[in-house]
Nanobody, 115 residues
Framework: QVHFAESGGGLVQPGGSLRLSCVAS????????MGWYRQAPGKERELVAG???????YYKDFVKGRVTISRDGAKNTVYLQMNNLQPEDTAVYYC?????????WGQGTQVTVSS
């Protein structure tokens, strides 16, 4: 079975940074297109960033210039470096295959941006 385990979230002040990690088990991430998603309270889950199998990146406008998605095949891990975080970035962050996935969602990692 394929599973994703996210970590690295926390409480950060506006303008702060976090690096999220997503360890995949059951299959290598190196040949997948992977995405980071988020879900804020009362809202639908949405894509934040994508990384295709050729290492091309895609960012939603609301994070463009502030986040970087990357992958370490040796660790079977996908990262999301987030800088200049704002209160509206508060959400649970998840990773999964992009753009669609047959695999279950992990528990996610909570990111809270507050002063």
């Amino acid at each position: 079975q394929v599973h994703f385990a996210e970590s690295g979230g926390g409480l950060v002040q506006p303008g702060g940074s976090l690096r999220l990690s997503c360890v995949a088990s059951g299959r290598s991430v190196s040949n997948w297109a992977m995405g980071w998603y988020r879900q804020a309270p009362g809202k639908e889950r949405e894509l934040v960033a994508g990384l295709d199998s050729d290492s091309n990146t895609y960012y939603k406008d609301f994070v463009k210039g502030r986040v970087t998605i990357s992958r370490d095949g040796a660790k079977n891990t996908v990262y999301l470096q987030m800088n200049n975080l704002q209160p509206e970035d508060t959400a649970v962050y998840y990773c999964n295959v992009w753009p669609t996935s047959p695999y279950p969602w992990g528990q996610g990692t909570q990111v809270t941006v507050s002063s």
